[in-house]
């Protein structure tokens, strides 16, 4: 069955990572959970990621209320420490200003 979906495109990709991306989320779209897969987690961080504007410098109290925002089980400096960890989110050495890495570490 996975494989027929494959074939019919690229969709089928994004809507297999929709699925397994709505299963930590509650029905206002805010994460519920912290997953125990390496790749689960991978793809949460990054919808978290979407959450943050491109081109704008946050302090860490607004990385805190963004991602308080989006999350449920109240563990922001988890998700704040693995998107610096996992490249998804830039810092100063100070830890008071954030953005969006938009560079390729891959």
Known sequence: MLCRRLRRGKNTMNNIKDQTISQFLDDIDRVTRWPK??????LVLKYLQGKFEINNKYSEIEVNT???????????ALLRRELF???????TPD???????TESNE
């Open 37 to 42: 897969k390496n790749n689960d987690k991978l």
């Open 66 to 76: 963004i991602l308080n925002k989006w999350h449920t089980f109240k563990d922001h």
């Open 85 to 91: 960890n996992k490249y998804l989110l830039n810092r």
């Open 95 to 101: 830890c008071r200003v954030y953005w969006v890495n």
